[in-house]
């Protein structure tokens, strides 16, 4: 039973390296700090700049030091279990959704076969739940305010990635998501659903609450929404949420839609030039997301409510009626 | 503040002043949900009695203080002050030392009206991009002013009879350089910002307000100009140089909080005019008039209106034969403006979200209303 914790067994390196632990950290610390020294840039500024040599990689471990040993204040008021537990599960449960990703075919952390993209949906919708919770613990006005936007937030959202999710379903014939990739060996899925591919894309930038999204956490208007009253660790594990529904969604978007690990030889190693494209994929989104923070303003609740279901929902059920047309008529 | 009752099923939130956004203040929201059905503004946090500093200073020591009520302001606040203390005590300005005055009142204004804008982008959820832009480029402006006054932010730089230095050597052309320079970052601001289409979804019919209210509720400055009414004090009663410049009163029909962003971006266009203006046309001749330190003004009553960044300020002036005022009184125009956002609520539709769009479109500065 214990066998895969020898250090050669498959399982232990998928769990501490890919796409397991190292693989979280490793993509927070990078976001973190691509974040904040390119969009110093767009601000004419230089960034972090004294720690790490000039390139101010340091710094975001200097931060997460910081928060490590800063005091965690729990105020009077908040449900103390629920307001430290939150934090936690809110970081956790994204990551689950992060072992059903594949990042070759016999590189599967969670292989359950056809269940996995539903599973993905299910791990990933339990994740707006947290917010919830937490925002009502805190006992906090604005976080309560920023709990309930998440709330109306997810579900605009969600709908219409699950319709896309059917469609990629139908066209590939399966839920595996293994299968899927294997799919798109010869073309991306991009290609024949182009519509789901922009809409799958909005909701990665929703579900990750990036610019112009990140409604729930408005810093001009709500604080920090339901993060406001979390210090020390505690916010350091809300802001590590943040980074793995984004590399969570992202992850998936990658699969579903730019064939997933599929790409040319390198190395003379399948498995490592599988992951390795799988990296440069989700790196090249996630940059495009994060530089959408210099050029787009916050959109209100209402606006974002009726992307939501005046235009995404129905489209994506287009989307999924094209697919199904195709599907009948015997072109893909 | 004693605060007002509650009404069943309304939350009241304290913006402020612990507040990303909020300044120096507390407003109060009734909220429901995201829907705004009250506002409450609870002003007086930075209440520095500056008009009972002015009684017990000269009216030349007087100037110091009353440039601190807006910084980022100092030239407008501090001639409207000036100008009072001239009307008063009859004191004629050569026509040279009018046209300084208007070329640093006008670098102020740009200075402010900048911070307003990178304010207006950051309320919307830019992240502060703009902000960061506005503040860059108004580094230009600061040199030019520390050239000409020997500082950069209050400057003290009028006094009654005049201005304290000539331009120095070559300045004219740094000025004509200056406004270059600015011309093209503003272009990129409008494209960037203005013309943004999420920017514009956030601030068009934000908080629409009519003419006749803004004239009911006392609006001035941009807030009035952005709902269509052609008043400014430049023109209405002419101060400095304005009368002799070649510029025009800006004024947008839509009464938005758009309307209000456009009225600051193209006022910064015509200050800019107004500084080549100077920089090309000024007249030779003396930059002050002699003037006793120990000035005394005999029993009069004076008032005085000057165009601040965020509108009229006017200066009520008592003097009784001493070398201190013996009253002074300020209309500040951020308190007339701040009646304007209370009563925003009941005018309009607005939600937390808009909330914070408006009371940036009206450009509060705390420590003007407060005083």
């Known amino acids: 039973m214990w066998t895969f914790l020898s250090i050669n067994s498959k399982p232990l390196l998928q769990i501490t390296l890919i796409p397991g632990l190292a693989f979280i950290l490793v993509f927070a610390i990078f976001a973190v700090w691509f974040e904040r020294k390119f969009l110093a840039r767009a601000m004419l500024r230089v960034g972090p700049y004294y720690c790490g040599k000039r390139s101010g990689l340091l710094q975001v471990f200097a931060d997460f030091l910081k928060l490590f040993l800063k005091e965690i204040i729990i105020p009077d008021d908040v449900n103390k279990w629920f307001f430290s537990a939150m934090p936690v599960l809110a970081s956790t449960i994204p990551a689950l959704a992060l072992i059903l990703i594949p990042c070759d075919k016999n590189w599967v952390l969670w ?55 059917a469609a990629i379903a139908i066209m590939a014939g399966s839920f595996d998501l293994v299968k899927i990739v294997e799919m798109q060996k010869n073309m991306w899925f991009a290609l024949p659903q182009f519509i789901g591919f922009i809409i799958f894309f909005i909701g990665v930038i929703i579900e990750a609450e990036r610019t112009p999204f990140d409604i729930p956490v408005a810093e001009v208007e709500l604080v920090f929404g339901w993060r ?105 | 503040m004693t605060e007002p009752k509650l009404e069943p099923d309304i939350q009241r939130i304290s913006w ?91 670098m102020a204004r740009i200075n402010t009206h900048l911070y307003a804008f990178g304010l207006q982008a950051e ?79 956030r601030t068009k019919d934000v908080a629409y307000l009519s003419a006749e209210d803004a004239v009911r509720l006392g609006a001035t400055g941009p807030v009035l100009r952005g709902s269509g009414v052609s008043i400014d004090m430049r023109k209405e009663s002419p101060y400095a140089a304005y009368e002799d410049l070649d510029w025009k009163i800006i004024t947008e029909k839509e009464g938005d909080c758009l309307a209000r962003t456009k009225v600051r971006y193209k006022e910064i266009g015509q200050a800019l005019n107004i500084m080549e203006q100077v920089a090309s046309e000024i007249p030779e001749g003396p930059i002050k008039t002699r003037v006793s330190p120990f000035l005394r003004i005999p029993k009069n009553e004076v008032y005085s209106r000057v165009e601040t960044g965020r509108g009229e300020i006017g200066i ?56």
């Open chain 2, 16 to 106: 402020g002043p612990q507040h990303p956004m909020s300044g120096q203040t507390r407003i109060l929201l009734d909220t429901d949900g995201e829907k705004i059905h009250k506002i409450i503004a609870d002003l007086g946090y930075t209440h520095r009695g500056i008009e009972k500093i002015l009684e017990n200073r000269t009216y030349f020591q007087g100037i110091v203080p009353i440039e601190r009520m807006v910084m980022a302001d100092t030239a407008n606040i501090g001639i409207s002050y000036i100008t009072a203390i001239e009307k008063a005590a009859g004191i004629d300005v050569p026509e040279r030392a009018q046209w300084i005055r208007s070329l640093v009142c006008e």
């Open chain 1, 111 to 165: 292989d359950i076969g056809s269940l996995s993209l539903p599973m993905f949906f299910a791990i990933a919708g339990l994740a707006p739940l947290i917010p919830i919770f937490a925002g009502w613990a805190s006992n906090n006005k604005y976080s309560f305010i920023g709990a309930w936007r998440v709330a109306y937030m997810y579900i605009s959202a969600e709908i219409p990635l699950v319709l896309c999710g």
């Open chain 2, 316 to 371: 009520h002036l008592f003097t009784d034969g001493k070398d201190k005022p013996y009253r002074v009184k300020i209309n500040s125009p951020t308190l007339r403006n701040m009646y304007v956002f209370e009563r925003m609520a009941e005018l309009t539709y607005m939600t937390m979200a808009d909330m914070v769009v408006v009371i940036n479109s009206i450009d509060p500065w705390y420590l003007d209303s407060d005083r």
């Open chain 2, 123 to 201: 309320s919307t959820g830019y992240f502060p991009a703009v902000f960061l832009w506005t503040t860059t480029d108004r580094t230009v402006l600061l040199d030019l002013l520390e050239e000409l006054t020997g500082a950069r932010w209050s400057y003290n730089f009028f006094l009654p009879g005049g201005v304290q230095k000539d331009f120095p050597e070559g300045f004219e052309d740094k000025i004509i350089k200056g406004v270059n320079y600015l011309r093209d970052r503003f272009q990129e601001y409008w494209d960037a910002m203005v013309e943004n289409y999420t920017f514009e979804i």
């Open chain 1, 228 to 332: 406001t009253e979390f210090s020390g660790i505690f916010f350091g594990f809300t802001m590590m949420a943040e980074y793995v529904m984004f590399q969570a969604w992202t992850l998936l978007f990658i699969t579903l839609y730019l064939g997933g690990y599929n790409g040319p030889v390198l190395f003379g190693n399948v498995i490592a030039s599988h992951i390795f494209w799988l990296i440069a994929k989700m790196l090249a989104v996630v940059v495009f997301i994060i530089l959408l923070r210099c050029v787009f303003p916050r959109l209100k609740m209402n606006q974002m409510l009726n992307l939501g279901w005046k235009y995404l929902t129905p489209l994506a059920l287009l989307n999924l009626v094209f697919v199904l047309a195709m599907k009948v008529m015997g072109v893909a």
